[in-house]
């Protein structure tokens, strides 16, 4: 399961974040080697600084085209996931600038850089459920529907999106010069570690663990909510493809789950509650007052019928694994990283 990462030299951008963090414990755990490119944590705690994986970090901002081509040159990595972003559609609407130039022109940086690595073969772009026009309705999006964003981070990754499609096209698809590359679009990914601001699950811990209320400010909002595990699963199984030489993957995914397992922000809070019985919250109106999208859903039957990847853990599950990991921090001040990988990809070898 997953062999080919075992001893492969791989580049993360934004290792040192949520998602990146946990995507380096896991390439740890399949016997990878790993070189980070990052801003240092921009959270007190992170995932990073309590379980450290990375084998070379280098703590620097994508903007620094010099330094980031240097990294990437002395890692000679075959693969590169590239996570780096301005990851917040409030902070876009605050920075909208800042946004474009992480997310837009980092990215532009990063595939420059990578044409000037010979030793890379495959490259996995992370954008977001949010690069699809929404037109808040209950259908769940699919990979061919029409990009957009209402607010600075949609648009913005929907902007990687075309730029991502467009080097592809202009630069990495002649025979002298072959990269496999490929998007993957996920969001309201969870799981223990991320202490972000204005995301609903480090939201209500970072409240409980100080004995207040958490603030909810869209209950009715409709999300798919998966667990960070079962989400870099699927980008490590479409990194595989690639690595080998596949073409048919080098192209745009969705990694969601089931439609029918989609949740509410209200139900997130009620299965939290469940499993963490000092979580209390309140609601109310933001005084700002930015647009949110109501209703967002992801089609990923083309993912599971193609790339043969599907949820290991439902809504409920992945809830109660992230409030368990919280617990064991915040009350033993245990990590459960290891723990739950393991757990994780057992359930994923018994069930394939």
Same mark, same amino acid.
């Given at each position: 399961?997953?062999?080919?990462?075992?001893?492969?030299?791989?580049?993360?951008?934004?290792?040192?974040?949520?998602?990146?963090?946990?995507?380096?414990?896991?390439?740890?755990?399949?016997?990878?080697?790993?070189?980070?490119?990052?801003?240092?944590?921009?959270?007190?705690?992170?995932?990073?600084?309590?379980?450290?994986?990375?084998?070379?970090?280098?703590?620097?901002?994508?903007?620094?085209?010099?330094?980031?081509?240097?990294?990437?040159?002395?890692s000679q990595p075959e693969i590169v996931f590239h996570l780096a972003?301005?990851?917040?559609?409030?902070?876009?609407?605050?920075?909208?600038?800042?946004?474009?130039?992480?997310?837009?022109?980092?990215?532009?940086?990063?595939?420059?850089?990578?044409?000037?690595?010979?030793?890379?073969?495959?490259?996995?772009?992370?954008?977001?459920?949010?690069?699809?026009?929404?037109?808040?309705?209950?259908?769940?999006?699919?990979?061919?529907?029409?990009?957009?964003?209402?607010?600075?981070?949609?648009?913005?990754?929907?902007?990687t999106e075309i730029l991502t499609n467009s080097y592809k096209r202009?630069?990495?698809?002649?025979?002298?010069?072959?990269?496999?590359?490929?998007?993957?679009?996920?969001?309201?990914?969870?799981?223990?570690?991320?202490?972000?601001?204005?995301?609903?699950?480090?939201?209500?811990?970072?409240?409980t663990a100080g004995g207040t209320p958490v603030f909810i400010r869209?209950?009715?909002?409709?999300?798919?909510?998966?667990?960070?595990?079962?989400?870099?699963?699927?980008?490590?199984?479409?990194?595989?493809?690639?690595?080998?030489?596949?073409?048919?993957? @080098?192209?745009?995914?969705?990694?969601?789950?089931?439609? @029918?397992?989609?949740?509410?922000?209200?139900?997130?809070?009620?299965?939290?509650?469940?499993?963490?019985?000092?979580?209390?919250?309140?609601?109310?109106?933001?005084?700002?007052?930015?647009?949110?999208?109501?209703?967002?859903?992801?089609?990923?039957?083309?993912?599971?019928?193609?790339?043969?990847?599907?949820?290991?853990?439902?809504?409920?599950?992945?809830?109660?694994?992230?409030?368990?990991?919280?617990?064991?921090?915040?009350?033993?001040?245990?990590?459960?990283?290891?723990?739950?990988?393991?757990?994780?990809?057992?359930?994923? @070898?018994?069930?394939?």
């Amino acid at each position: 399961m997953l062999e080919i990462y075992k001893g492969k030299k791989i580049f993360i951008t934004g290792h040192t974040g949520f998602k990146g963090s946990w995507l380096g414990a896991v390439l740890k755990h399949l016997g990878a080697e790993y070189s980070g490119f990052a801003l240092a944590p921009n959270t007190q705690p992170a995932h990073y600084e309590v379980f450290p994986t990375c084998n070379h970090s280098v703590i620097g901002d994508l903007a620094d085209f010099p330094l980031l081509l240097q990294s990437l040159q002395e890692s000679q990595p075959e693969i590169v996931f590239h996570l780096a972003a301005q990851p917040l559609v409030r902070d876009s609407y605050k920075n909208p600038v800042y946004t474009y130039q992480t997310n837009v022109m980092g990215t532009l940086n990063l595939l420059e850089a990578i044409k000037n690595t010979p030793s890379v073969k495959a490259v996995v772009i992370i954008t977001t459920d949010k690069v699809y026009e929404n037109k808040e309705w209950e259908y769940p999006y699919r990979e061919t529907d029409e990009l957009g964003g209402y607010d600075m981070y949609s648009s913005s990754k929907a902007c990687t999106e075309i730029l991502t499609n467009s080097y592809k096209r202009s630069f990495f698809s002649q025979n002298d010069r072959k990269i496999y590359m490929a998007t993957a679009r996920a969001g309201n990914v969870i799981g223990g570690g991320d202490w972000s601001t204005d995301r609903l699950i480090p939201d209500i811990v970072r409240a409980t663990a100080g004995g207040t209320p958490v603030f909810i400010r869209n209950p009715k909002s409709i999300r798919p909510w998966q667990h960070v595990l079962d989400c870099l699963y699927g980008y490590l199984l479409l990194g595989e493809k690639l690595l080998e030489g596949n073409e048919k993957f @080098a192209a745009a995914w969705n990694f969601a789950p089931h439609t @029918a397992d989609t949740r509410t922000v209200a139900e997130v809070v009620e299965f939290a509650q469940k499993n963490w019985n000092e979580i209390s919250v309140t609601l109310g109106q933001v005084p700002d007052n930015y647009h949110e999208a109501g209703v967002l859903k992801l089609d990923n039957s083309r993912t599971m019928s193609e790339l043969k990847w599907k949820p290991v853990w439902d809504t409920e599950s992945a809830i109660e694994k992230t409030i368990e990991w919280y617990k064991a921090f915040y009350i033993n001040n245990k990590i459960l990283t290891d723990i739950q990988i393991a757990g994780y990809l057992e359930k994923k @070898a018994n069930n394939s």
